[in-house]
């Protein structure tokens, strides 16, 4: 999650030792310097900071933000246990450009559930022989039992939108997708399954931005993949394959949802609220639980020595 940073340090929160730390002869500092250890609790590890990708994006206070967040991911808990007692199974679809903000918002809405009952699917390049396949068939193992969740980090419009700009697939592939992938998801629905599908909107400006600050993030850097920076050339070839890909399969049974995703955090809050109102769940939150006293341990029980283990050094 994204921090705030203060530009600078009022003088009025220099404290006396702060100042008389100040007056002490530059020997001193070096001297004092020069066995401390970082912040990281080891002296060969350095703290270093790199720009984050929703840094300065977001208007939104964070202390509301955080409160918000813990409130809905509360809710997530309730929706869960309901659709666990109920069989309820639901799928929803995360799509948009590159840098959206797809991720983070699956990140917020899983962590705080059961992973036994809802998972991430997040599907890399098809194998030689899933390319033989019917296309929708590398997906179907993956959707939700009953009582399961099911979130798609990009999904089977990857034929409408990279697989069709990038040339990965023929034109009589893409024309055989927009006209099944319609009946394919009426046949989900009627199966019993909640569909939701959410496409994550960013400006150009903002997606490089955050394309930018990937660059010097060695903890995103890998999220700059090649097809990526192919985007970057072909941002009209994407808008076009998504306005296709939205007016063939936005049908009343599934229809598209987009979000403004240009504020990170605005845009978790809103998906994951709309998200809570389209599924018709009740409080079935279990009631608290009443631990009994823990049982003594046996008193032929010893433990073992301790300098028969080992241990993980103690660095922080």
Not at 83 to 95: N, P, W
Not at 281 to 295: A, G, H, I, N
Request: with cysteine.
């Amino acid at each position: 999650m994204e921090t705030e940073i203060l530009n600078g340090i009022p003088s009025e929160a220099l404290t006396l030792e702060q100042s008389a730390m100040e007056l002490k002869s530059p020997k001193d500092k070096k001297k004092k310097g020069k066995n401390k250890k970082s912040k990281l609790g080891h002296p060969k590890l350095k703290a270093l900071s790199y720009p984050s990708e929703g840094e300065g994006s977001s208007k939104l206070e964070s202390k509301f933000y955080e409160k918000e967040l813990a409130r809905l991911q509360i809710e997530l808990v309730k929706m869960q246990y309901w659709a666990k007692h109920t069989g309820t199974r639901i799928v929803i679809l995360f799509e948009g450009r590159d840098a959206a903000g797809k991720g983070g918002t699956i990140k917020r809405i899983t962590e705080q559930l059961n992973p036994r009952g809802c998972r991430v699917v997040a599907l890399g390049t098809p194998s030689d022989r899933e390319k033989t396949e019917w296309y929708f068939q590398r997906y179907v193992p993956h959707l939700p039992a009953a009582g399961e969740i099911v979130c798609f980090d990009r999904s089977w419009y990857n034929r409408a939108g990279v697989e069709h700009v990038m040339g990965f697939c023929t034109e009589a592939q893409y024309q055989e997708f927009m006209q099944t992938c319609p009946e394919f998801e009426r046949m989900l629905v009627r199966s019993g399954i909640i569909l939701l599908k959410y496409w994550f909107s960013v400006s150009d400006d903002e997606q490089e931005r955050r394309f930018q600050s990937r660059t010097t993030d060695p903890a995103r850097r890998w999220k700059l993949s090649p097809m990526d920076l192919e985007s970057r050339d072909r941002w009209v070839e994407y808008s076009q394959a998504k306005d296709a890909m939205l007016s063939h399969t936005n049908i009343p049974e599934a229809p598209w949802f987009t979000v403004e995703a240009d504020d990170k955090k605005r845009a978790r809050l809103n998906c994951i609220s709309h998200f809570l109102s389209k599924i018709p769940y009740v409080d079935m939150t279990p009631e608290p639980l009443e631990l009994s006293p823990r049982k003594a341990a046996p008193h032929n029980y010893v433990r073992p020595p301790r300098n028969e283990q080992f241990f993980v050094p103690q660095l922080y």
